[in-house]
């Protein structure tokens, strides 16, 4: 996984972590707040109805002290208690609650027996208002005191609770805090702690590559096992490791080519003149004694030996020579028609099918005509030695499309003994070769790597192992 998608993974787990908690918190202090409301209610009901009850108890007092006690100033006492309980249960919306209205009924009612006695007061008498009501309405005091301390121990006990209640919530809304904290700060650590791992453990194995690189070993490989931002850096450098050897295995080779080349130019140089005078020699010896001579198969064998010297002489002085080119645009296809023109009569004799297939329409290119010839014959005659039964070359030309890059691609594709893994990396070496002694010098695909790199093409010789061919492909910038 990404590291950008980790992170963006761990932060979505965050907020949901966050929202789930903010949600516990959200229901927590609705129910806290819910529980206070109910709390403060209940606490203005009993303030309510401790009202009441205070001037109740006033208002039966000041009705004995009237009636029992013939005080007639208690009776505006009486009234004024009355008028105030009426405005209280008239306007204290609490005694609209269901739970309230049997209390505001009695208290309507026995309000209401007082006025009946205070008539009778005045029509009879006190002691026939006491002897008509009394009964009444002491029954009705004791009912609606009963009532009353109904109310206020039932608000007790629900103001307890809601206070209880509402603590309870607040207690938990105190630790659900704590705990998200904790929480929070675990998930954070967690987070962290697995980032930096992600982070740091492939900054080492990129900082142990490069200090091994560094100490000149080309064959290290980085090993990241996730796929993330770290493992696309390790294959980037992989392939930088790779491609630096690869130029590290050309510039060594070039290094060997041009110290080779430097060699070889002084010692063809050297020996080119004697050889001549040799086999110059040996031809004259041959004509003069003839055939029949018993020294003839001798000079013979020199003359041969002498003459495949000269050929080694010569490659080595091609190989060494630095010759400017005579660069010219030039169609690919008409350079291997007139190379093909110099080898067709060898392909035939040596039984072997040649196939040519030729894209048309190809650009010229800006080449040494003389050149590129002489690497496409180097490279058809290394096809005809890896034949010696015969078999099948097949030459086609084409476009390319390399990194970006448009390339002339021209393959030579055969049917011969072909060559392993390991020969593969050595073939464009100086005097490398896999043929026995006689067949061949080594230099053909060396001079031939030159041409094509001095034309800033490509060269590469594939096959897919000993018997199974060989295909060697070129590559000209367009």
Sequence with gaps: MLIRSKIILNLFFFIAVVLIIGLGFFYLNKEQFRYYNDYNGYVQMRK?????????????????????????????????????ITLLIDNDPIFELKKMRELKEKLVFLNAQFLKSFNIVQRKGRAAAIQETEKEIISMIAQTR??????????????????????????????LLVVFFSIGVLIIAVFSFNLYRTITNPLRKVENAARILGQ?????????????????????????????????????????????????????????NPLSGVLGHTQMLLKRIGEKSEVYPALKK???????????????????????????????????????????N???????????????????????????QHAFLNIINNSILAMPKG?????????????????????????????????ATHIFEPFFTTREVGQGTGLGLSLTYRIIKTHKGYIKGESDGPGKGAVFTIQFPV
Excluded: W
Aim: charged fraction near 30%.
């Design 48 to 84: 309510s109805v401790k009202d009441i009850s205070d001037i109740f108890s006033e208002q039966i007092q000041a009705y004995d002290y009237y009636m029992y006690l013939n005080e007639d100033s208690e009776r505006y006492n009486f009234i004024e208690k009355k008028e105030q």
């Design 146 to 175: 009963e009532v009353l301390g109904n109310q206020l121990k039932e608000l007790n006990e629900k103001i307890e609770v809601s206070k209880n209640v509402a603590e309870s919530y607040k207690n938990r809304t105190l630790n």
């Design 216 to 272: 000149g070993n080309l064959d290290y490989q980085i090993k990241i096992d996730e796929n993330n931002e770290f493992s696309n850096i390790a294959d980037s450098f992989n392939k930088m490791v790779k491609d630096l050897k690869e130029f590290h295995l050309k510039i060594t080779q070039m290094g060997k080519m041009a110290a080779v080349g430097e060699l070889a130019g002084g010692v063809a140089h050297e020996i080119n």
């Design 302 to 344: 020199i003359e041969h030996a002498a003459i495949r010297c000269r050929n080694i002489v010569g490659d080595l002085l091609d190989f060494s020579r630095q010759e400017k080119q005579e660069m010219k645009k030039q169609s690919i296809n008409k350079i291997l028609e007139d190379t093909f023109l110099l080898c067709e």
């Design 346 to 372: 060898e392909i035939i004799s040596k039984n072997i099918q040649l196939n040519k297939d030729y894209a048309p329409g190809l650009p010229d290119i800006l080449v040494s005509p003389r050149t590129i």
């Design 391 to 423: 078999g099948a070359l097949t030459v086609s030309t084409g476009i390319a499309q390399v990194g970006g890059a448009t390339y002339l691609e021209v393959k030579f594709r055969d049917t011969g003994v072909g060559f392993d893994a390991e020969t």
